[in-house]
């Protein structure tokens, strides 16, 4: 098992920034990417980024190429969200997710399906 803890949410305005932590625990070791999505009220929950946990390779969706950033610690216990010059589409409950899956592919990843564990969300709101 893989817990996820998201922190770091809050009400912010157009053009701020905000970073969101999701902290892991439990088998750790059995993680091979971690990922963040969002959901905004009435919509579905879609991808924003990810990362593999080995080597270097980083995907953001377009909404936020450019924008956002992920990172982790070196204890790798850590995975960050940087969020830069937030917009109103922005909005939404974000979630933190980690798979165990090894995939070929890369288009894998952005896929909702490929995640095994998920964070309880934090709320980030954009206000123009």
């Known amino acids: 098992q893989v817990q996820l803890v998201e922190s770091g949410g809050g009400l912010v305005q157009t053009g701020d920034s905000l970073r969101l932590s999701c902290v892991i625990s439990g088998r750790t070791w059995t993680a091979t990417a971690m990922a963040w999505f969002r959901q905004a009220p009435g919509k579905e929950r879609e991808f924003v980024a990810a990362m593999m946990l080995s080597g270097s390779s980083i995907f953001y969706s377009n909404a936020v190429k450019g924008r956002f950033s992920v990172s982790r610690t070196s204890a790798k216990t850590t995975v960050n969200l940087q969020m830069n010059s937030l917009k109103p589409e922005d909005t939404a409950t974000y979630y933190c997710?980690?798979?165990?899956?090894?995939?070929?592919?890369?288009?894998?990843?952005?896929?909702?399906?490929?995640?095994?564990?998920w964070g309880q969300g934090t709320q980030v709101t954009v206000s123009s």
């Open positions: 997710a980690a798979s165990v899956q090894q995939y070929q592919s890369a288009n894998y990843y952005y896929a909702e399906s490929t995640y095994d564990y």
